[in-house]
């Protein structure tokens, strides 16, 4: 039988690369003994002095973006990834592959914020219900009123406030990695409370 070979230059990836339990550190290793360019890792020389750098890398770049996902948020509106534009003024509520405009009673006091009685109506009838909710208070994080916070717990949500900016990123980011069980419930980028 005869041996499994490895090209020199599989030999030297496998021999920089630490294992997964141990730290990545960013100290560059000593050359290889062969100089001559490897074309076939898309120009990338594996005998360079040099570690490549980790900004470079997108982990979710082969996952494709939820249908709903923020683009671009304004003071007065959100610009969703499909090129809709919101209405001036109105918030958003994402939910699985939907948005829906959404412009409860808002009543802001002391840094605390309430949504009103109906703000939760979707949460209501939608199964199954999303696992976590992200609230989106404008440009600055509220402290959401008991009652909501009573409310949405009621019918099994987590639920996590933070302001619109973040929390439009946050949703974003969670939609895609999961692919569900996540809403957001976004107040345009303006509101000030």
């Known amino acids: 039988m005869r041996p499994f070979l490895l090209h020199p230059t599989t030999r030297l990836l496998l021999?920089?690369?630490?294992?997964i339990s141990q730290p990545i550190h960013t100290t560059p290793h000593p050359?290889?003994?062969s100089s001559k360019p490897n074309s076939s890792l898309g120009g990338h020389n594996p005998t360079s002095t040099s570690t490549p750098g980790l900004s470079g890398l997108d982990l979710y770049n082969d996952l494709p973006n939820p249908i709903n996902s923020i683009e671009a948020l304004y003071d007065t509106h959100f610009?969703?990834?499909?090129?809709?534009?919101?209405?001036?003024g109105s918030g958003v509520f994402l939910l699985n592959d939907s948005v829906f405009t959404w412009a409860p009673a808002v009543a802001c006091k002391n840094g605390i914020v309430g949504f009103g009685p109906g703000a939760w109506g979707v949460l209501e009838v939608v199964w199954p219900k999303?696992?976590?909710?992200?609230?989106?208070?404008?440009k600055r994080t509220l402290f959401?009123?008991?009652g909501d916070r009573r409310k949405i717990a009621?019918?099994?949500v987590r639920v996590?406030?933070?302001?619109t900016g973040n929390a439009a990123a946050q949703f974003n980011l969670l939609a895609t990695?999961?692919?569900?069980?996540?809403?957001?419930?976004?107040?345009v980028g303006g509101f000030k409370g």
């Open 15 to 19: 021999r920089t690369r630490p294992p």
């Open 177 to 187: 990695e999961r692919g569900g069980g996540i809403a957001g419930a976004l107040l």
């Open 79 to 88: 610009l969703l990834t499909n090129g809709t534009r919101t209405a001036p």
């Open 160 to 163: 996590d406030v933070m302001d």
């Open 154 to 156: 009621e019918l099994g």
């Open 144 to 146: 959401l009123d008991p």
């Open 31 to 33: 050359p290889a003994k």
């Open 130 to 138: 999303p696992e976590l909710l992200i609230i989106g208070t404008g």
